[in-house]
């Protein structure tokens, strides 16, 4: 009679512990299937959620694994815990079911139909991965028409993170919220509080001062009386003193307000002060708005390298990359560039072998280009900034001669109108702005055939160009970038001399002196400030194009060369800067 044998299966060589436990990569999500196939065909499922005639069959052990509201009630000494149907008041049917197929599936679909009533009931619920979704995907739809709404759509679901982020976007795009209607239908202690900001981004004092008429004015009866309480977080003192006497001081509704005359005449005071003075006479008016800002990118559109072309980069300031964005629709360089309401716009230019009046729109939201109304004149090489929430384009050359005429571009009416010439022809000009004032800066007359030293001053409230200090050399080509109130004018060229000298102007002193150079010689260069920095982008150095970046901190007095370089290097190209978008899905 034979014996059975028993196998022995124990490791001779090796300790068992050694080897890892045997693990099942998709167990849990099979798991999680049959569960949810479960509920469907009402198996073994132990409470039912009941909403108005909703009902829901589900299983209390996965509902309190998700949700903190579900473990606390199935857990604890309430009667709903040996309950097999629990009824909750004031919530959506449709919300409910969503957050109980996502308890299942871990799905479920944000959408701007849902997301309103999908976070109060996730909030309710305390499913945190929903209700951080739901806030993800509204701080994606930021704009400014909206931002107001989510924001107190933030405030009223206690999202910490989502509020002060659209706190900080309206603070940071003010002066495009200003122009809908959730801006106009704040009241007045809403108002006080947006306006007394000191993160407030605004280029001049007077997009406040405007903001302020606008919402009064919007119902003059009811809010006339709210004049001086919203003057008083008004800084007329850093208002340009031509704009004081010719707009503010002839305001009927300030005329009326005693109130208001103070505080008029302390900003009239203030401009009379001398320079030192004004250091230490300090009143909650006279201190400047400090922005915090959101992420930023750097822009580089177009360009030549060596001929035209549709090529746009940005940088990433914090993660210092470079990235390819979606092309422009045709080839362009030699342009300028603005940003308003979160587009940017890519005016005139050379396209490789005629001079544009065209204009293309970038929505960096989208990733795409669009265009809109072209200018009066074809222009290349021209100047092109934003004053008072207008695109100017200055000087330029046409195909056949320098340029001394500028036009102004009005978005909310989408009209080019010319404004009044410059005393020069200015192409290769390169334009500021500064306390509310747009500067043309050198550049070359195809008249005389010179490169140019002289500076002109355009004020917009007179229509008028105005010679001021010129500067020690002459540029055409060169870059333009404003940094605490001051007018930096950055390489360019004499003739064949290309320079990387740099100077800076001071309105308060209609003079111009000198800073470090830069690394390199530049001409046609990108300039742009950002975060109290000026950066120089590209250019030629009178043999070849580049890529390099330089960065400059007035406050060493440094230059300083970014780690990375442009993928293409270019000369010609229009820079900017702009908030990091969240691209569309």
């Known amino acids: 009679m034979s014996t059975m044998t028993t196998m022995d299966v124990r490791p001779k060589m090796h300790n068992i512990r050694d080897r890892p436990a045997y693990k099942h990569p998709q167990h849990t999500q ?151 209607d959730e801006f106009l239908s704040l009241n007045v202690d809403q108002i006080c509080k947006l306006i007394s900001s000191d993160r407030l981004t605004v280029v001049t004092e007077e997009q406040v001062y405007e903001a302020v008429l606008s919402w009064v004015q919007h119902d003059l009866t009811n809010r006339q009386q709210e004049i001086d309480q919203l003057l008083e977080h008004v800084r007329l003192p850093l208002i340009a003193q031509e704009y004081l006497v010719q707009k503010v001081e002839e305001e009927p509704l300030v005329k009326t307000s005693s109130r208001c005359k103070d505080f008029l005449i302390e900003a009239l005071k203030y401009h009379l002060l001398k320079t030192d003075q004004k250091a230490v006479y300090k009143t909650p008016r006279t201190l400047p708005r400090t922005p915090l800002g959101l992420p930023k990118v750097l822009l580089v559109i177009g360009g030549q390298a060596p001929k035209a072309i549709r090529s746009v980069e940005s940088y990433d300031f914090k993660e210092e990359k470079w990235h390819q964005l979606a092309e422009m629709p045709s080839r362009r360089c030699r342009c300028g560039v603005a940003v308003i309401n979160g587009l940017v716009y890519a005016v005139g230019g050379f396209n490789g ?66 404004i009044s010439p410059m005393s020069t022809r200015r192409s290769s000009v390169g334009v500021g702005v500064v306390n509310g004032m747009l500067f043309a800066v050198g550049g070359y007359d195809g008249a005389s055939r010179q490169c140019l030293s002289s500076v002109e001053c355009y004020n917009p409230m007179t229509d008028m160009w105005s010679p001021v200090a010129e500067m020690s050399c002459r540029r055409s ?68 194009n580049l890529g390099s970046v330089e960065c400059f901190d007035y406050k060493t007095n440094q230059w300083t060369l970014l780690p990375s370089s442009m993928m293409t290097g270019r000369s010609y190209a229009g820079v900017t800067v702009i908030d990091k978008p969240v691209l569309e899905i």
């Open 353 to 418: 072998s005629l001079r544009v009046r065209t204009v293309d729109v970038y929505d960096p939201v989208k990733d795409m280009w669009t265009s809109c109304p072209s200018m009066e004149a074809r222009r290349s090489t021209l100047g092109v900034a934003v004053l008072h929430g207008n695109i100017y384009a200055v000087g330029g050359f046409d195909g056949s001669s320098g340029l001394d005429t500028a036009e102004c571009y009005d978005v909310r009416c989408g009209e080019w109108r010319m």
């Open 30 to 180: 099979k798991a999680f299937e049959v569960l949810n196939h479960m509920r469907r065909q009402n198996l073994l499922c132990d409470v039912t959620i009941v909403v108005d005639t909703t009902e829901i069959p589900a299983h209390k052990v996965v509902l309190s694994s998700c949700s903190q509201y579900f473990y606390a009630m199935f857990t604890g000494d309430l009667a709903e815990a040996k309950s097999d149907r629990i009824t909750l008041q004031e919530i959506d049917p449709k919300a409910l079911i969503q957050l109980i197929d996502f308890v299942y599936t871990s799905e479920i679909h944000v959408t701007e139909e849902n997301v309103q009533t999908l976070l109060p009931v996730a909030n309710i619920l305390q499913i945190t991965e929903v209700r951080d979704a739901c806030c993800d995907f509204l701080q994606s739809q930021l704009h400014p028409s909206n931002c107001i709404g989510i924001r107190a759509f933030a405030d009223l679901h206690a999202c910490t993170e989502l509020l002060n982020y659209a706190q900080t976007y309206t603070e940071q795009h003010f002066v495009d919220v200003v122009h809908f």
């Open 477 to 544: 080509g060169a870059g333009v970038g404003v940094v605490d109130g001051l007018l930096y004018a950055v390489g360019g060229h004499d003739g064949p001399l290309v320079r990387k000298s740099v100077e800076v102007y001071n309105p308060d002193t209609n003079s111009w002196s000198q800073v470090s150079d830069m690394h390199l010689c530049r001409r046609n260069a990108g300039v742009v400030a950002n975060g109290g920095f000026l950066y120089v982008v590209g250019g030629d150095d009178g043999s070849s």
